[in-house]
């Protein structure tokens, strides 16, 4: 007795077929590229639902570097916030620094000297280079181009040792202070710089050679993760990523703080909203920065770096060891803080990252009521699904690097 | 009149060039040299992580330049950064993941005990869910100081039975990774036995 | 059109949902009643040019009454300037429209809001917490919340409850307030648990005057 089984045995010409007109549904994968990943520039984790090898949709999933920062800063004076604000954006902390110390310059309503804003420039610019440089280095060798790394690397062990000599740490700074700076610029600082502003551009130049037209860098980087214009500004997505997508704005352009209207520099705006066109603007800042470093070192202005209110600064130390006055002021400038008036005050400056605003409320007082920090990373993770959405697995890497984000100004 | 300084060895067996050791060093010197790191960068420390790896400071000259993200395929990870209660998970996980023998640096103020966020979202110290075996202060460490740390795992690691002894029974032998879901208690400190 | 025109016409538009502009260091700011908030924010961005959120942020004012206020940041392109909308929540009612239909990118800064006050956004696509994990109970930046934290579970990766520990104050000063002349008032050494910290807050110190 035979029993006959009828089979339909279809060949694999036929199945391939089926598969390119659609028939055939295919699952749909979720996958998780966590926290712990080479690729993420940071704790982020991202849900990743792929067809095969296309992302059909990415959730990014941030709260992995909440530290609880905003918690803090109720309970910190003001200058006591100030270390606090170099590990937000931890790959540029001068220009962290700087930004806060205006906002609360901001609320308190006073200016500082001409000198102080001139080094606040050069601290900003310094980190906006070093900042970009650490950028493009893991773009690089995220993309493959590990080299560049290297080069970027121990291009920032140099601008790390200008921030030690100006500050005393390389790299957590806490350099400004409320109403100047915690001390004035060394006099080795100034051939520091120049012989730094000599021998960068060569770097830059050699970066540009080995990625700009580089085929495998472009045939990677184009068109990937376009962002357009519309949906940039919608998003509220700021900075590098901003200008990338053809949006010519700039706050050190339009609402020029900290003597940026004395320096003459270009701001360069992409056309495209891709991964390379972020790129590029990013190359074309730190070139537009060492302009600026070299217009700010050769006009530095003489004269006090810090503000002569004692009430807000601590006051020179030898007035202090010999005059009532300023014993005084010290005494309550360290116990109780500076004396806030009520109200609320938004400040903001144009971070590497893209626009870092203070959001200070007070009560009066030492310490704010809230102070709510408006993160260009958070806001710029918001277009990641935008950017990702039709890609392949492996341009999520590139997209991510793009977008050049930190977690830690992210969480906060 | 100057004078020759030979590198020698008295062999034990005649006739060949053989160098007798104990196993352990052996092995001691192997491991130590060549430790892998995971580098676990959370945060700001995962930037002088990376300056260290870079080639001012040069980890690879103590043999560490192989950053293994892989924990499968790593020795040491090093916790680079402030650890928050939602990642502490992760951390731990991939803690576990890593083959024994493995070593667990706290690179950092806020590894080691939370540094300055003494908030409701920081773990005040890995070490309430890792062993650690070296803690690095500073905010953050120089490089140089990781690879002090770096070097003081090595010192630890040289003085490590690697084998068991058959006879008496001495030594770590090997244990299993544990798998299955993280269980994260205060009191987590397994002892390096041997 | 320009910041004044563009207040002008909005209280035009909105009449008395709209508060008379309160400037304070070169910031204007507009207290906008809740159920008008979603309407304000389309006029002033279809019309009045404010095409880009740059923050929303929730603030808790304890002891006033509303206690919470949500607090919204427009940003002109064109005209280069800043116009603050603030909107008062009351603690029974934490629910305010969403304005995720006007703007896209206030999406995780309303979740962020809901995260750390608990404010509730209605309309939002995807209200869920963004910082702390999934099955947090509290609301981390209310003023009766202490910086310490209260202990807590992390249910997803499968660990022992209670595991989420206060961090240790006691020993300080960690942490300083606002300037009393009392090194002991201002810096709470002693304020270590969730009671004592509570009870800082019901019965709170007055400023001394020596």
């Known amino acids: 007795m035979t029993t006959k089984h009828e089979m339909e045995l279809i060949d694999s010409a036929a199945r391939a077929q089926q598969v390119m007109d659609g028939e055939l549904g295919s699952e749909k994968m979720v996958l998780n590229m966590g926290p712990q990943h080479p690729s993420t520039h940071g704790v982020l984790r991202i849900v990743l639902e792929l067809d095969g090898e296309e992302i059909v949709n990415a959730w990014p999933d941030v709260g992995y570097l909440h530290r609880g920062d905003e918690k803090i800063a109720e309970n910190m004076t003001y200058t006591q916030f100030i270390p606090y604000t170099d590990r937000l954006d931890y790959l540029a902390p001068l220009a962290n620094n700087v930004t806060y110390a205006y906002a609360v310059e901001k609320l308190l309503g006073m200016d500082v000297p001409p000198r102080c804003k001139y080094i606040r420039v050069i601290c900003a610019e310094l980190a906006r280079i070093s900042s970009h440089l650490l950028g493009l280095g893991s773009f690089g060798m995220d993309v493959g181009a590990m080299t560049v790394f290297l080069y970027t690397f121990s291009e920032r062990e140099k601008i790390y040792d200008m921030a030690e000599c100006i500050s005393g740490a390389r790299f957590t700074t806490s350099y400004t202070r409320i109403g ?13 710089l120049r012989s730094f502003l000599k021998e960068f551009p060569a770097t830059i130049d050699e970066v540009d050679k080995l990625l700009t037209r580089n085929r495998i860098f472009c045939e990677r980087t184009r068109d990937i993760g376009v962002l357009p214009k519309e949906v940039a500004i919608d998003i509220g997505v700021t900075g590098p990523c901003l200008r990338g997508s053809g949006v010519d704005w700039d706050i050190r352009k339009s609402h020029p703080y900290s003597s940026y209207e004395d320096f003459e520099f270009e701001v360069p705006v992409g056309t ?32 006090p770096v810090n503000s002569p209110d004692a009430k807000i600064l601590l006051p020179d130390k030898e007035a202090v060891l010999t005059k009532m006055e300023e014993l005084i002021h010290h005494f309550i400038n360290v116990t109780e803080g500076i004396n806030a008036p009520p109200g609320e005050v938004y400040f903001s400056a144009e971070n590497p990252k893209g626009e870092l605003g203070f959001y200070i409320v007070s009560k009066g007082g030492g310490t704010p009521h809230r102070l709510k920090i408006r993160a260009p990373s958070f806001v710029n993770l918001q277009a990641l699904p935008i950017m990702a959405k039709g890609h392949m697995m492996s341009d999520m890497v590139t997209i991510l690097a793009s977008l050049d984000f930190v977690m830690g100004e992210c969480d906060r | 009149m100057s004078q020759q300084i030979e590198t020698g060895f008295d062999p034990k067996v005649e006739g060949r060039d053989v160098i007798v050791t104990s196993v352990d060093a052996a092995i001691d010197w192997v491991r130590k040299n060549s430790c892998w790191p995971m580098p676990m960068g959370l945060a700001c420390c995962a930037i002088e992580l990376m300056a260290a790896g870079a080639s001012r400071f040069d980890i690879a000259r103590f043999g ?9 395929q790593s020795d040491l990870m090093i916790v680079a950064g402030t650890c928050v209660y939602k990642m502490a998970g992760v951390v731990k996980r991939v803690w576990d993941q890593m083959p024994n023998p493995k070593w667990c640096i706290a690179m950092g103020a806020c590894a080691s005990s939370g540094g300055m966020y003494r908030s409701y979202a920081v773990v005040q110290g890995v070490d309430h869910f890792l062993p650690v075996d070296v803690y690095i202060s500073g905010c953050p460490p120089r490089p140089e100081a990781l690879l002090e740390g770096l070097m003081a795992i090595q010192r630890k690691i040289a003085h490590e039975k690697a084998v ?23 009191e987590y400190a397994p002892k390096l036995k041997g | 059109m320009n910041l004044q025109a563009a207040i002008d016409r909005l209280k035009v538009r909105l009449g008395d949902a709209v508060s008379d502009p309160v400037e304070f260091r070169g910031e204007t700011t507009l207290t906008v009643s809740r159920d008008k908030i979603v309407a304000a924010c389309e006029f002033l961005k279809k019309e009045g040019g404010f095409d880009m959120l740059t923050d929303l942020s929730g603030v808790d004012n304890y002891g006033e009454d509303p206690r919470y206020e949500v607090d919204y940041l427009l940003y002109s392109l064109a ?12 603690e029974e009612d934490m629910i305010v429209d969403s304005v995720t239909s006007v703007w896209q990118g206030a999406d995780w800064h309303e979740r962020e809001a809901f995260d750390m006050f608990g404010i509730r956004f209605r309309g939002h696509p995807n209200l869920k917490r963004i910082l702390m994990w999934e099955g947090y109970r509290h609301h981390p930046l209310r003023k009766d919340f202490p910086l310490a934290g209260i202990p807590a579970e992390l249910p997803e990766t499968a660990v022992n409850a209670d595991t989420v ?9 960690f942490v300083t307030s606002d300037g009393t002349r009392s090194s002991i008032r ?3 050494r002693q304020f270590d648990t969730l009671a004592e910290r509570q009870e800082k807050l019901t019965h709170p110190t007055k400023k001394e005057s020596v």
């Not at chain 1, 100047?180 to 520091?192: I, N």
């Not at chain 1, 800042?285 to 530095?300: F, G, P, T």
């Not at chain 2, 058959?166 to 030594?171: A, E, I």
């Open chain 1, 180 to 192: 100047g700076l915690a001390k004035d610029m060394p006099p080795e600082f100034v051939p520091m």
């Open chain 1, 272 to 303: 495209v909203g891709d991964s390379y066109d972020r790129y590029l603007v990013r190359m074309e800042e730190m070139r537009q920065s060492v302009r600026i470093l070299r217009q700010a070192i050769d006009n530095l202005p003489d004269g």
């Open chain 2, 64 to 72: 560490a330049e192989v950053m293994r993200f892989s924990p499968r």
């Open chain 2, 164 to 186: 068991v002894n058959m006879k008496t029974g001495n030594g770590p032998g090997i244990s299993t990774p544990i798998s299955g879901p993280v269980i994260v208690r205060g």
């Open chain 3, 79 to 90: 005209q280069h300037c800043w116009l603050r909308l603030k909107v008062r929540v009351s």
């Open chain 3, 165 to 173: 520990r206060t961090a240790p104050m006691l020993g300080g000063p």
């Open chain 3, 186 to 188: 201002r810096e709470p």
